[in-house]
C-alpha cells in the first residue's frame, strides 16, 4: 500500500501503517505542538553523497570489513546516521574521524563540505 498524503493548514502528512505522521517541520495552528521530522540517511549513502568514501559500494564493503565506527561503535552499512553523529573511518595507513552536521540525500561536489566536520 502506497503512502497517502494529506495537506491541512499547508501542514503535509503521510500515513504509514495506519498512524498520521508529519512530514517536515510542521507547527500545530494553535501553536501547541511542532513535529520535527527525522533527519537520518544510511551510513553507506552519507559516506558517498558527503564525497568521503568516493563510492557507495566501497562504503559498504568498508562497514563490512568493521572500518567505519559511528560515535565508538563499529557500524554496518545500513545504520541511520543523524546531525551530532561522530563516525571514524579507518582505510590503511590513512584515518579520519568527522562529526555529521547535515543531512542531504544529493549534494553537489562544492556544497560536499557542509555535510560534516573534519574532528
Excluded: Q, Y
Excluded at 500515513?15 to 527525522?38: A, F, Q, R, T, Y
Excluded at 553523497?49 to 564493503?61: F, P, Y
Excluded at 543531512?103 to 560534516?116: G, N, R, S, V, W
Aim: aromatic share 6%.
Amino acid at each position: 500500500m502506497g503512502a497517502s498524503v494529506w495537506n491541512i493548514t499547508e501542514a503535509s502528512f503521510t500515513l504509514c501503517d495506519s498512524d498520521w505522521k508529519p512530514v517536515g517541520n510542521i507547527k500545530c495552528p494553535d501553536g501547541s505542538h511542532v513535529w520535527k521530522s527525522e533527519e537520518k540517511l544510511r551510513l553507506d549513502k552519507f559516506l558517498k553523497v558527503s564525497r568521503i568514501i568516493k563510492r557507495r559500494t566501497v562504503a559498504n564493503e568498508a562497514c563490512d570489513a568493521g572500518r567505519i565506527t559511528v560515535n565508538g561503535k563499529v557500524a554496518k552499512a545500513s545504520l541511520s546516521v543523524k546531525p551530532g553523529d561522530i563516525i571514524a573511518v579507518d582505510m590503511g595507513p590513512k584515518s579520519v574521524s568527522v562529526e555529521v552536521l547535515k543531512i542531504a540525500e544529493t549534494t553537489k561536489k562544492d556544497e560536499a563540505a557542509e555535510l560534516f566536520k573534519v574532528i
